[in-house]
């Protein structure tokens, strides 16, 4: 069995979280500038067995697509070209930037840590990742 990828997909940058082999642990693997993350997965995928990519989906309160779906449509018709055979799932990614913000306030990290935009990206990517593995 291999493992799930989650994407927090943004327009500079995309948080990447992945699950162990046995799909029970979401962990936040690492942040990529968003030009480069076909280039990144390709590599990733030559050395790990990754069977489903989740997606973020975000969305309005009244359920309805958020602004930024519309730069995450293109993004998905180039995940499907390149990799044809790879599932792609998604999951509502509502509020995982400021849960991931939270979690960063809980955990006691300084100010300066805090900042950095990419862990937020990669903490939120986790957040979806884990959401996916409590719905299925």
């Known amino acids: 069995m291999g493992r799930i990828l989650a994407l927090d997909f943004g327009e500079k940058r995309t948080g990447i979280a992945v699950t162990d082999e046995l799909r029970l ?3 936040g693997l690492t942040t990529v500038p968003t030009k480069e993350i076909i280039t990144f997965l390709k590599q990733y995928l030559e050395t790990e067995k990754v069977d489903v990519f989740v997606v973020g989906e975000p969305k309005q309160m009244n359920n309805t697509p ?3 779906e519309q730069y995450i449509k293109p993004f998905l018709l180039e995940l499907s ?3 044809p055979d790879m599932s792609v799932d998604r999951q509502d990614e509502r509020f995982t930037s400021k849960m991931a913000f939270q979690t960063m306030l809980d955990s006691g990290l300084k100010k300066k840590k805090r900042k950095d935009k990419g862990l937020v990206d990669e903490i ?3 957040l979806i990742l884990q ?3 409590n719905r299925i």
Request: net charge neutral; no cysteine.
């Open 25 to 27: 642990i979401a962990s």
């Open 81 to 83: 070209k390149h990799f």
């Open 124 to 126: 939120s990517a986790t």
């Open 131 to 133: 959401a996916y593995l």
């Open 66 to 68: 958020s602004e930024s």
